[in-house]
């Protein structure tokens, strides 16, 4: 499915779904929990963590200010390496660009590192429409495919399926892509780990042509960075003739001592690891190993009119390491694809409305989807003020207008007027204490706050009224 879920409910309809569903919630209990333990035992390691946050945000920063310089230097440094740059403006131009590139091989089918961008642009569907197969070969994204599904979170993509539900997906259509699920499959663990990497061998091993993301671009050097923990970014980006890296313009650092920062508070951040147990980095092409032939696509896709926006702008800083969704209340029960996006929980919340606009109802619904708790804030390894932002595009929302927002303006209007006039304060007071007994527990047109909360009971009297008769 596309990554941009075209048609996709809003927020609160999609949540209000989830969280009947009390499987979706064990599992994402169950896993977030796990996740989020781990994260603070490997993160309480470090007594310098919070240098380390802060040097990430300042470094993410100063790069966004001068990102237009270290872009092209980083064109540059791949282009005098041996790779070739293409700049795509948005989802349209960069699956052009790659279908394109992947057609010029000759080949038909494609083999894919775990990568929001591509998920974003929806390459997969474009590739699709080409003619061409596109294999996911991370584990999590591998049983996404083969369900038919779409990702839930940033890290653990099908964090939404158990043990059970991921052996009914292999034993039913692992077949229809290539080597079937081996006879009598269970639910362990390893029994399923082995059967996808059965499964995903014989495509390493016959794919001419990788497709990745990237977490880091070094401008420096021209260099590529990817961290991963299963070992399939790296047959990937080694065994094809062809690489084809699509990835955001935010994605790049200045130099590698920066990188060395992130290299320590991403992998903490995400897989509670203290080191990824892949980190492959790769500069250009070599006559001896890897790809001969390597193209950088780099996306925009709102990224630009994000950096416009100097509030917005602070969700580029944004390394993927989903920290914000495991501790989110909100994620927990309504799960990532509520969020009608490839990038769901906090995070997504902010940067999906501001890459796509919010003229969409399920884009205008996400700055709300949120309690505004701040947990999301005090775990991100780069401080993106996540609730900051959210305020910042609900104003943007409002001044849109729209029913909803109409009234409420028109009744912050007629509050302000009556609160700037004591009289007729005093006077609705007296009218309101008076006929108390006539008031509804719930007001109309407000079910969605009052729903689960009654009204305050009035005073017989006003208080300023109580005051003249009781302050001597």
């Known amino acids: 499915m596309s990554g941009t879920y075209l048609g996709m409910p809003s927020f609160p309809k999609a949540a209000r779904e989830a969280v009947h569903n009390e499987t979706l919630r064990g599992n994402l209990r169950h896993a977030t929990h796990t996740i989020r333990d781990k994260r603070a035992k490997a993160v309480a390691e470090l007594a310098d963590w919070a240098q380390l946050r802060e040097a990430g945000k300042q470094i993410k920063d100063r790069t966004l200010r001068h990102l237009d310089e270290y872009l092209v230097q980083l064109e540059e440094s791949v282009t005098a390496a041996g790779g070739t740059v293409h700049w795509a403006a948005d989802a349209e131009e960069a699956n052009r660009i790659v279908t394109g590139l992947v057609r010029a091989t000759g080949e038909r089918e494609v083999v894919k590192v775990k990568s929001m961008a591509t998920q974003e642009i929806g390459l997969n569907e474009a ?28 890290l653990v993509p099908a964090i939404h399926r158990n043990r059970g539900e991921i052996r009914e997906i292999f034993a039913r259509t692992m077949s229809e892509w290539g080597r079937p699920a081996p006879e009598g499959l269970t639910d362990a663990p390893a029994e399923l780990a082995e059967a996808a990497r059965l499964h995903l061998r014989e495509k390493f091993l016959r794919a001419k042509v990788g497709i990745s993301g990237a977490n880091f671009m070094v401008a420096e050097t021209g260099t590529l960075v990817v961290v991963e923990s299963e070992g399939n970014g790296r047959m990937c980006l080694t065994l094809p003739e062809t690489l084809i890296s699509v990835v955001g313009i935010e994605k790049i650092v200045p130099t590698w001592q920066d990188l060395e920062v992130f290299l320590q508070t991403l992998p903490r951040s995400s897989t509670a690891e203290r080191m990824n147990p892949y980190t492959s980095t790769w500069t250009g092409t070599t006559d001896t190993d890897g790809p001969q032939n390597f193209h950088l696509v780099l996306l925009d896709n709102g990224r630009t009119a994000t950096l416009a926006d100097e509030v917005g702008r602070q969700a580029l800083r944004c390394i993927r390491c989903s920290a914000c969704l495991n501790v ?15 990038y769901p929980g ?38 993106i003020d996540i609730p900051e932002v959210l305020v910042h595009l609900r104003e943007r929302v409002a001044d849109r207008g729209g029913s909803g927002h109409r009234l409420e303006k028109a009744a912050m209007k007629v509050s302000g007027w009556v609160l700037n006039h ?5 006077a609705g007071e007296r009218v309101a204490s008076k006929t ?25 009297e006003p208080f300023r009224d109580w005051w003249k008769k009781n302050r001597t």
């Open 422 to 426: 004591p009289a007729a304060l005093a």
């Open 127 to 154: 590739l699709e429409a080409a003619g061409i197969s596109a294999y996911e070969t991370d584990l999590a994204e591998l049983i996404v495919q083969l369900g038919e599904d779409r990702p839930s979170h940033i």
């Open 436 to 460: 108390r007994k006539l008031h509804p527990k719930r007001v109309p047109g407000a079910a969605a706050w009052t729903d689960s909360r009654e009204l305050p009971p009035l005073p017989p």
């Open 346 to 383: 906090p995070i997504g919340a902010i940067l999906s409305p501001q890459l796509r606009g919010v003229q969409s109802e399920v884009d205008a619904s996400l700055p709300y989807a949120s309690s505004l708790c701040g947990a999301c804030y005090e775990v991100c390894p780069v401080a």
């Open 328 to 342: 989110c209340p909100v994620y927990e029960r309504a799960g990532g694809h509520a969020y009608g996006s490839v």
